[in-house]
């Protein structure tokens, strides 16, 4: 099983979760980007007040962690429901994306110097 069929499975998985609970019918585009951004923002928060120069330590301890993992797990689980419902293929999207950024990005020009919006 490759990337993308592990993607899949797990829209499938979520999808199929949505459906028992009769959920469908909430999950628009704008309440599932809504809910994202909630959920975002509840990741945002393990790092609120944390310098940034402690960010990856703050990490190291179990508990802490493992409610990252969560959240983290959170905004996947919205992020795929979102892309099952607009019709987004993700692994595609997302393999393609990073073509796109390889090609808008090449290591001899921008290694170690982080990009500027155009």
Same mark, same amino acid.
């Given at each position: ?16 979760? !949505? =459906? ?11 309440? @599932?980007? %809504? &809910?994202? *951004?909630?959920? #975002? ?24 962690? !493992? =409610? ?11 992020? @795929?429901? %979102? &892309?099952? *419902?607009?019709? #987004? ?24 110097? !982080?990009?500027?919006?155009?």
């Amino acid at each position: 099983m490759d990337n993308s069929d592990s993607i899949a499975a797990l829209t499938a998985d979520i999808r199929e979760f !949505a =459906r028992e609970r009769d959920w469908e019918q909430f999950h628009d585009p704008k309440s @599932l980007i %809504l &809910a994202l *951004v909630g959920e #975002v923002g509840e990741l945002a928060e393990l790092l609120q007040w944390v310098p940034a120069a402690e960010a990856v330590e703050v990490f190291s301890e179990p508990a802490r962690r !493992a =409610r990252a993992g969560e959240e983290i797990s959170d905004v996947l689980i919205y992020l @795929l429901r %979102l &892309a099952d *419902v607009l019709g #987004v293929d993700v692994g595609t999207a997302a393999v393609a994306k990073l073509g796109d950024s390889r090609m808008r990005f090449p290591t001899d020009e921008v290694e170690g110097i !982080a990009p500027e919006r155009p």
